[in-house]
């Protein structure tokens, strides 16, 4: 009887260590996997996405709430004097369209309208532009590390991350409100901090001035969408096309072979 008794127990004891045995294989294979689906990218390890006007078009949201609210301080703004602005701060903004118009309380407060305002609209209209949504599923699928790396605030970017339901493609979020703001690297490289990689390999996805000049500041490599710049208004940079349903895998690689 006490041999028939430990007989389960000596089954399970062999099912357990070949169970542990499976999962170790099961979790070899699986990295063996995602270290091919990287390789397909060379070198590039982590990639750095802008929000506004390079994961949906929100340059006419901006505009509009910044210039309705400007409306109720007396103060008018062109769409003119508002495209240089786009993709910086809403501080810098408002100084930048106004000069010394408002005091520092005023600027505060008009910088919080007007995200409440742009709030409520992006909300209903957030669309992903062509080839972006494809792409962070692509890289995701790739083990590709990627990181949202926007000026704007964290009301706005998860307000726009939820419209999207993009969240579950970013390993990490960073916003301007906790750094300086771009040209300087500041938030890509709390970005690549955050994801535990080095600037060389990192792609950063831009369509402002500011933000290519960010991604130069960091040592990275950068490709610049002409959603709201044409090419001729662009800083010299490494890679530009006209959106994302453009880019193709051999691109990249090639780019970080240079």
């Known amino acids: 009887m006490r041999c028939f008794d430990n007989f389960p127990h000596f089954i399970n004891e062999g099912e357990s260590s070949f169970n542990r045995g499976g999962e170790r294989q099961a979790i070899s294979t699986q990295f063996e996997m995602n270290e091919r689906k990287m390789d397909k990218f060379g070198k590039l390890k982590a990639v750095l996405w802008d929000m506004d006007g390079v994961l949906l078009d929100s340059q006419s949201a901006h505009f509009i709430a910044f210039r309705e609210v400007l409306a109720k301080y ?24 106004s000069g010394e118009r408002f005091s520092d309380k005023e600027v505060a407060l008009i910088c919080r309208e007007k995200d409440e305002q742009f709030r409520q609209v992006i909300a209903k209209e957030a669309v992903f532009l062509a080839g972006v949504e494809d792409w962070l599923a692509e890289f995701k699928q790739a083990g590709i590390h990627q990181a949202l790396a926007s000026s704007g605030s964290w009301e706005n970017i998860y307000t726009i991350l939820d419209a999207l339901k993009a969240r579950p493609y970013f390993d990490a979020v960073v916003s301007g409100e906790d750094c300086a703001s771009k040209p300087d690297p500041a938030v890509f490289l709390r970005a690549a901090e955050k994801l535990e990689v080095s600037p060389s390999t990192c792609l950063v996805i831009e ?8 991604a130069a500041a960091a040592s990275m490599k950068c490709l610049a969408v002409t959603t709201t710049y ?7 940079t490494d890679l530009v096309l006209p959106d994302l349903a453009a880019l193709k895998v051999e691109m990249l690689v ?4 240079a």
Do not use: H, Y
Request: charged residues 25%.
């Open 74 to 97: 007396e103060f008018e703004v062109t769409n003119a004097a508002f495209k240089p602005t786009f993709g910086m701060t809403n501080e810098q903004v408002v100084r930048q369209v």
């Open 207 to 214: 369509d402002s001035i500011a933000g290519i000049q960010a």
């Open 230 to 236: 044409p090419l001729e208004k662009l800083p010299q």
């Open 254 to 257: 090639e780019l970080f072979e």
